[in-house]
């Protein structure tokens, strides 16, 4: 079992910055790969980024360039920090973990932050 808490998320300006912050309770290390989704009102649930745990990182054509995933592994942490914000990333941005063992895949969530861009 992995539990996920995310935090950081906020009221924002356009082109102002936030960082989320995701708390795992093992070593992110132990974890295939760690990602942030998010969901906003009338749309679909999508992946924004996503990060393995040997450090390899994809990220949604939309955020390229203006948020970037990283990790503190002595944290058990995974971050993400979202510069140049624009209204259309208010969302909830959820904290994925996806572990693989021989026989299954497990996907574990987090409870959700909102983030808020708006003038």
């Known amino acids: 079992q992995v539990q996920l808490v995310e935090s950081g998320g906020g009221l924002v300006q356009p082109g102002g910055s936030l960082r989320l912050s995701c708390a795992a309770s093992?070593?992110?290390?132990?974890?295939?790969?760690m990602g942030w989704y998010r969901q906003a009102p009338g749309k679909e649930r999508e992946l924004v980024a996503r990060i393995t745990n040997i450090g390899n990182t994809d990220y949604a054509d939309s955020v390229k360039g203006r948020f970037t995933i990283s990790r503190d592994i002595a944290k058990n942490t995974v971050y993400l920090q979202m510069n140049s914000l624009k209204p259309e990333d208010t969302a909830v941005y959820y904290c994925?973990?996806?572990?693989?063992?021989?026989?299954?895949?497990?996907?574990?969530w987090g409870q959700g932050t909102q983030v808020i861009v708006s003038s």
């Open positions: 093992r070593s992110i290390f132990s974890i295939n790969s």
């Open positions: 994925n973990a996806h572990r693989r063992t021989f026989a299954d895949d497990y996907d574990y």
